[in-house]
């Protein structure tokens, strides 16, 4: 894979507007550095006449400290106030530029020389402890013998495989302690940083890959694997490696073998999956010998009759039943057989298509009488994957309809559709049982991904299960060692800790040579992209995430040298003007299998307004508010997209203000509120609801009445609207009105007064409401 130029994130290279919203020009530094702790530390500012690279519009940080013989002196100067959240994985050197100057204190080492003594380069860790990963010593002479002042270029390599600390890195750490390797330093310390930056290597874009939220395929009923015959007890932390969410690859199914009496030794494991979440369904690897036509439980095949089928259905029924009650354990499904078309001499029956078809009325009859008439009936598990044991059953209505799976092997045989009972199977899928031998290597577990990949998008399954958990030597999913587990375990837990039960797949069109899945669920709007890159060089791809959005992902990976671990997680951006495409870009480690963990936006949901009852000339004020579900919170936008008449709403916080006017009264007004997402305008939602305008009531009325040479007006009415009272000494003429008082919503009723009536022979007086 071509490489160019360097991934480079500048951590501080000190320019006068500083870092985090914080001016360093303004005196503001300290707002972004600071010292963690250690009493050695005496200042630190910003220095814009001391640039690494010359540049008369930069500077740099300049840190004093002092040390004392007399004390265990020490700083540790970080930037955690912008901390930032980055992987070695990426970025493969720490560099940055330092220098001295010449007074600062020395200390002598044993050889004689001299030097500024003895700094350590560190990050912080998840507990926030330090983990310095790089140290060294400043040479205090060049070799002429001169005070060193020059600013020296410093890169230091970084490994996360050496210092899985590095996995995250938040910030940076520069510590110094006087009494450091034996030799003190003794007195004051002036010394300058710049240009700090991580660096790595950049990879050419091999291609991209669309993710359409839009466009859905199968449920996922989940991953699992088989318990049979393993009657252990296990350990919480064993437990946990299979079915835990929080810390194992939480397989969510579980299933295991009936004993040919109707039992299973296998209760404890049973127990431990359901207490995680796990859902079992179990099968018998043989029915009791009395129904055979050996007279034994190795080998020979069923014998059709009514007695045998009802028999065998009420023992697979008390089954269920019992491991309900004794247990506590839910049986969520019942296969018929395991592999009924192997003819074997250990453990085994064989069936027929028309056996299967008349046994399943029993069965389905005998859980229905039992209370356990939900557990489904599973067919045919053949050996291969193919459907002929399961045509009888599914070509006739009666018995189809009972049939709650699909469900067949996969040894010998590749992934495919099932279309033998319709173009859109009419049953859920399942793989159930495959194994891929005793290599517990890289190798072996990104052939489970390719495979588990064809049964999600060729076969459209809507479940996968591998063979055993655990069982040394027999290519179990853990392997060869609870201490060392083989990396299938943690493959399986790429799709099954992220892909849970009830998700459903949408569609991928990728274009380079990795196999892409992706799958949501569509109640909490959380994803899963599934990455398998099985090429030896490393896939650099573009992931466009189409209708729906998103602010980041975080990497899960299992490779050579990581099983299921957390990684740095990536910023999404948006990518086009129309807000329905989203992207980001990985490197796709060879041998690996990533899965990018996500919740992709979702609109908001508003909080909902009653009918609104208001007076004309009354201001009304709604405030439309949100619960937005995302994290972080988004900026959303308000609009009108109906309103009344001189209505109007705050864009930036949802406040509607109306004030209705007098020829608006008696009327209902719907108002509609839309709020989008400013930087996603696909994410919306609509909000309506009504104003009532009350009826004018009572009607306005002016009483007039003279005292001496004053006049007094008594003016009544509903509150709300303006009230202005005009006169005239000719009615009749339109334009003879002029207004003599004028109010904005009074407190009804109030009084006007004149001391000095004009001497007319008559005057006319009315009320004129507004607005």
Known sequence: MPLVAQSVYVVDAFAPGGSGGYSYANGQIGEVWGNWFGGALDSITWDSSSDASNDPNSGSIKIVASFNLNDYGQYVLFNGLTAFNLSALQYTNLQFDIRYAATSALRTNGNGSTDFGFMQVGTRTSDDQQDYFYGFAVPAKTPIGQANTNWIHISIPLSSVSDTNLLFIPDVLFHTINTYYGNTLNGTQTFWLDNIQFVGPSLVLTGACSVDWNNVHQRIDGFGASSAWDGSTWSSAEADLFFSTNTGCGLSLLRNRIAPDGTTVESSIMQAAQTRGAIAWSTPWSPPSIYKNTNSVNGGAFVSSPANYSGYAAQLAGYVVNMQTRYGITISGISLQNEPDVSTTYESCLWTSQQFHDFIPYLAAALASSNVASTRILLPEDEHWQWNLATNSMDDPATSN??????????????????????????????????????????????????????????????????????????????????????????????????????????????????????????????????????????????????????????????????????????????????????????????????????????????????????????????????????????????????????????????????????????????????????????????????????????????????????????????????????????????????????????????????????????????????
């Open 402 to 771: 009972l049939v709650g799976v699909l469900a067949a092997h996969n040894y010998g045989t590749t992934a495919a559709p099932v279309t033998q009972f319709g173009t859109s199977c009419p049953k859920p899928v399942w793989e159930t049982e495959h194994y891929f031998g005793t290599d517990d290597s890289i190798t072996n577990g990104v052939a489970l991904a390719e495979e588990i990949h064809s049964f999600m998008t060729v076969a459209n399954a809507n479940a996968y299960h591998y063979w055993w958990l655990e069982g040394s030597g027999n290519g179990s999913l853990v392997g060869n060692s609870w201490t060392t587990p083989a990396k299938r375990i943690f493959v399986m837990g790429n799709y099954s800790r992220f892909v849970r039960p009830d998700f459903y797949r949408i569609d991928v069109a990728n274009a380079t040579a990795g196999l892409v899945s992706a799958y949501k669920d569509p109640g909490s709007s959380a994803f899963a992209i599934v990455a398998v890159n099985d090429n030896p060089n490393d896939i650099y791809q573009t992931f466009n995430l189409t209708n729906f959005g998103a602010t980041q992902i975080t990497p899960w990976i299992t490779s050579s040298q990581y099983s299921l671990t957390q990684l740095t997680s990536v910023v999404i951006t948006n990518v086009a003007a129309s807000g329905n495409l989203a992207s980001f870009a990985y490197d796709l480690p060879a041998d690996s299998v990533v899965t990018f963990v996500g919740s992709a936006l979702q609109p908001p949901s508003f909080v909902p307004i009653g009918i609104q009852s208001v007076n004309a000339g009354i201001n009304v004020v709604v405030t439309n508010s949100i619960i937005d579900p995302n994290q972080p919170a988004q900026t959303w936008v308000f609009s009108l997209l109906n309103g009344p008449t001189n209505s109007n709403i705050n864009s930036a916080n949802g406040v509607f203000s109306w004030r209705p006017q007098v020829n608006q009264a008696g009327s209902t007004n719907v108002v509609a509120v839309l709020t989008s997402a400013s930087a996603l305008p696909q994410l919306a939602a609509t909000n309506q609801f009504q104003i009532v305008v009350n009826s004018l009531n009572p009607l306005p009325c002016l009483a007039a009445a003279l005292s001496g040479t004053g006049l007094t007006l008594t003016v009544s009415g509903p509150a709300g609207p303006d009230y202005s009272v005009l006169s005239s000494t000719n009615p009749a003429v339109s334009n003879s009105w002029s207004i003599l008082f004028f109010t904005n919503s009074p407190s009804l009723p109030f009084v006007w007064q004149t001391l000095n009536v004009p001497n007319y022979p008559q005057q006319f007086f009315k009320l004129q409401l507004g607005p």
